[in-house]
T-cell receptor
Framework: QKEVEQNSGPLSVPEGAIASLNCTYS??????FFWYRQYSGKSPELIMF????GDKEDGRFTAQLNKASQYVSLLIRDSQPSDSATYLC?????????FGDGTTLTVKP | SAVISQKPSRDICQRGTSLTIQCQVD?????MFWYRQQPGQSLTLIAT?????????ESGFVIDKFPISRPNLTFSTLTVSNMSPEDSSIYLC??????????FGPGTRLLVL
C-alpha cells in the first residue's frame, strides 16, 4: 500500500463545474496535509494546507480533512481552464513530506 | 515565500560523468530537500540537507551516488555521480516554509546519454 494515494485520473470537468480531488494516507500519525499544483513543465506550487479536521476555504479552493478516515480532498469551484494541471497531495510526518502520484485535471472551455 | 534558483536549468551528459546541481535561496532556511521527478511521475525525496550536518538519505539513495553539500543557510549542491541513462530526470530542490510547507526551485532537467 502506498503511503499517499490519489485518484488515478485523469479528471476532466467542464468550465464552471466543481472539480473534486481525493487523497488517502496510511500513517495515522500524520499531522499536516497539503495540496500542490504543478503545471506541465513547471515545479510544484503550494495552493492549500490543512491541519485540523473539517473544511478550509480559500477563494475557489476548499480543502477537507477527515483524520478518522485518513482522507483529504480538494474541491475547486467554478473551475477555469487555467486550473488544468496536476494536483499533488502531500502528507507531512516525521520531518518530511510524502507526495502522492498526482491527479491530472483538465478543465474544458 | 522563498525565491529559489537552480543551476543548471538543464543539461545533457554522457554516461559515467558527474553533474553538480546548485540551489540558491534568497533567505536563510534550516531545511533543504532534494527530490527527483521522472516524467509523468510524482516526487521522490532523495535526501534532506541541514546546514552543519550530514545529509539524511532516503531508502534507495546513497551518499556515494548523490553527495550533497550544505555549506550555509542559503545554498546547497547535489551531485549526481557516475551517471547512467536511468538518472535522466528532473531534480528539484525545495525549502521548508512556515507550517511544514515547501517551496520548490524551478528544477534541473537532466538527460544522460
Amino acid at each position: 500500500q502506498k503511503e499517499v494515494e490519489q485518484n488515478s485520473g485523469p479528471l476532466s470537468v467542464p468550465e464552471g463545474a466543481i472539480a473534486s480531488l481525493n487523497c488517502t494516507y496510511s500513517d495515522r500519525g500524520s499531522q499536516s496535509f497539503f495540496w500542490y499544483r504543478q503545471y506541465s513543465g513547471k515545479s510544484p506550487e503550494l495552493i492549500m494546507f490543512i491541519y485540523s479536521n473539517g473544511d478550509k476555504e480559500d477563494g475557489r479552493f476548499t480543502a477537507q480533512l477527515n483524520k478518522a478516515s485518513q482522507y483529504v480532498s480538494l474541491l475547486i469551484r467554478d473551475s477555469q481552464p487555467s486550473d488544468s494541471a496536476t494536483y499533488l497531495c502531500a502528507v507531512f510526518n516525521a520531518g518530511k513530506s510524502t507526495f502522492g502520484d498526482g491527479t491530472t485535471l483538465t478543465v474544458k472551455p | 515565500s522563498a525565491v529559489i534558483s537552480q543551476k543548471p536549468s538543464r543539461d545533457i551528459c554522457q554516461r559515467g560523468t558527474s553533474l553538480t546541481i546548485q540551489c540558491q535561496v534568497d533567505s536563510q532556511v534550516t531545511m533543504m530537500f532534494w527530490y527527483r521527478q521522472q516524467p509523468g511521475q510524482s516526487l521522490t525525496l532523495i535526501a534532506t540537507a541541514n546546514q552543519g550536518s550530514e545529509a539524511t538519505y532516503e531508502s534507495g539513495f546513497v551518499i556515494d551516488k548523490f553527495p550533497i553539500s550544505r555549506p550555509n543557510l542559503t545554498f546547497s549542491t547535489l551531485t549526481v555521480s557516475n551517471m547512467s541513462p536511468e538518472d535522466s530526470s528532473i531534480y528539484l530542490c525545495s525549502v521548508e516554509g512556515s507550517g511544514e510547507t515547501q517551496y520548490f526551485g524551478p528544477g534541473t532537467r537532466l538527460l544522460v546519454l
